[in-house]
């Protein structure tokens, strides 16, 4: 117990002794104080500090705004070759489809003697028509040009033939091979005979 006695003792006299000698605090609290030419050159740091970070920050910003313009810029730039390769890979395989439906119609030209209910006749006359809903579906449209004005930019003029009616001079007299338009794109032109 007296041990523990004098312990209590030690630690109550520190206080009494600041209690009682208020003027040894204040001085050393005098001693902490900062003179004003260490206020001045603190908050002269401060505001270099400040304005560094300002710079930084407008610095990082516009780095950032511009990364993420280029990168959209190359996100729109590489949907748009993606869509141009399956627009012309598209393209290609309807092209190639045209001188099939060429083919068919000339089978059906030849078989205009042969009776509708032929089983032959109605098969070709199927598979033609699911030929032209395919090339329907797919926007391709078949270029109207029998009797129409020559125009260069859809039909190919293979010759020129006289004709006797003037209204016919300068029209299309007759369509040797269709031309066919995807999505108002000319993708085969139409050969004509031109009359003169």
Known sequence: MDHEGKINEGNIEPEE???NNPEETEGE???TENSPDMDKSHSSSTEK????ANEKLVELTDRHLRLQAE???FRKRTMKEKAEI?????ESLLINILPVVDDFQRALESMKNIPDDDSGKQGTMLIYNKFLEFLK????KEIDALHKNFEVE????ITKLPVKDKKLKGKVIEVIQKGYLLNDKVIRFAKVVVGE
């Open 49 to 52: 500090q400040l304005k560094e």
């Open 29 to 31: 609290e005098e001693g």
């Open 137 to 140: 579906q797919n926007n391709i």
């Open 71 to 73: 990168f959209d810029n």
């Open 86 to 90: 399956i627009k012309s890979a598209g």
């Open 154 to 157: 859809l039909h190919e003029a």
């Open 17 to 19: 002794d600041l209690l």
